[in-house]
Nanobody, 126 residues
Framework: QVQLVESGGGLVQAGESLRLSCAAS????????IAWFRQVSVKERELVGA?????????YYANSVRGRFTISKDNAKNTVYLQMNNLKPEDTAVYSC??????????????????WGQGTQVTVSS
C-alpha cells in the first residue's frame, strides 16, 4: 500500500505564495505518477498538475495555473511539492495529492488514481 500525506496549506492573501508537500511511502516515486487535485466544497476534483514517476521531465499543468504553479520532487525524501505563486482567490480549495501506477500525467479523471491523501486547505483572500 502507498500512503500519501499532504501538508503546507493555509490562509494567504492574493499574490502571496504557498508550498504544499506530499510525502509518500511505498513505490509511489518509483512506479507512480503523482498528481495534485483540488476540490471546492462538493464540486468534482480538478486536476491541477502532475509529474511522472518514471520521467521527471514529463509534467502537466492545468491552463489556469500554468506559469504560477510548479511541481517538483525530492526523491531522497519521497516527497512531491507544489509551489504555488501569485495565488488568486479562485485557487481556494482543498488540495490533495494522488498516485497513479505508471499513469499518464494528463489523466484528469480522479477515478484513475489508486491512492489519495486526506487533503490540505488553501484559502486565498482578496
Amino acid at each position: 500500500q502507498v500512503q500519501l500525506v499532504e501538508s503546507g496549506g493555509g490562509l494567504v492573501q492574493a499574490g502571496e505564495s504557498l508550498r504544499l508537500s506530499c510525502a509518500a511511502s511505498g513505490r509511489a516515486f518509483g512506479s507512480y505518477t503523482i498528481a495534485w487535485f483540488r476540490q471546492v466544497s462538493v464540486k468534482e476534483r480538478e486536476l491541477v498538475g502532475a509529474i511522472s514517476g518514471t520521467d521527471s521531465r514529463s509534467t502537466y499543468y492545468a491552463n489556469s495555473v500554468r506559469g504560477r504553479f510548479t511541481i517538483s520532487k525530492d526523491n531522497a525524501k519521497n516527497t512531491v511539492y507544489l509551489q504555488m505563486n501569485n495565488l488568486k482567490p479562485e485557487d481556494t480549495a482543498v488540495y490533495s495529492c494522488a498516485a497513479d501506477f505508471f499513469g499518464a500525467v494528463t489523466r484528469t479523471d480522479p477515478g484513475a488514481y489508486d491512492y489519495w491523501g486526506q487533503g490540505t486547505q488553501v484559502t486565498v483572500s482578496s
